[in-house]
């Protein structure tokens, strides 16, 4: 049974860090694209960062381009589906990022890893919060 847990919201300050964890379990591929995407009532879901495990390719939302950094902490293949733990480190937080944080996976094989594209993600976590105060 596929699953994706999240762990590591909490609430910082202005130019603080935190970091977002999310451990996915039996995906049904081998290659895939993971990403973080983010959700807020102003702007609802957006999407943050996505990296493709097979290259360890990464694209970012300009808006977080320079302060976050996405990345598979462990990957282990069982026959024709993976495992994957997977990181976003945020510095340098501002208030705008607060929300909503959501890792999510889908395949890679025939398609680029398009965080903007959130139908090409099938399966995702219940979500995390992050707070951010001026």
């Known amino acids: 049974q596929v699953r994706l847990v999240e762990s590591g919201g909490g609430s910082v300050q202005t130019g603080g860090s935190l970091r977002l964890s999310c451990a996915a379990s039996a995906l049904p591929y081998t290659r895939a694209c993971v990403a973080w995407f983010r959700q807020t009532p102003e702007k609802g879901r957006e999407g943050v960062a996505t990296?493709?495990?097979?290259?360890?390719?990464?694209?970012?939302?300009?808006?977080?381009?320079g302060r976050f950094t996405i990345s598979v902490d462990a990957l282990a293949i069982y026959g024709d589906a993976i495992d994957v733990i997977l990181s976003l480190q945020m510095n340098n937080l501002q208030p705008e990022d607060t929300g909503t944080y959501y890792c999510?996976?889908?395949?890679?094989?025939?398609?680029?890893?398009?965080?903007?594209?959130?139908?090409?993600?099938?399966?995702w976590g219940q979500g995390a919060q992050v707070t951010v105060s001026s």
């Open positions: 999510a996976a889908g395949s890679s094989v025939g398609r680029a890893c398009d965080y903007r594209q959130t139908n090409n993600y099938n399966y």
């Open positions: 990296l493709r495990t097979n290259t360890k390719w990464t694209d970012y939302a300009d808006s977080v381009k």
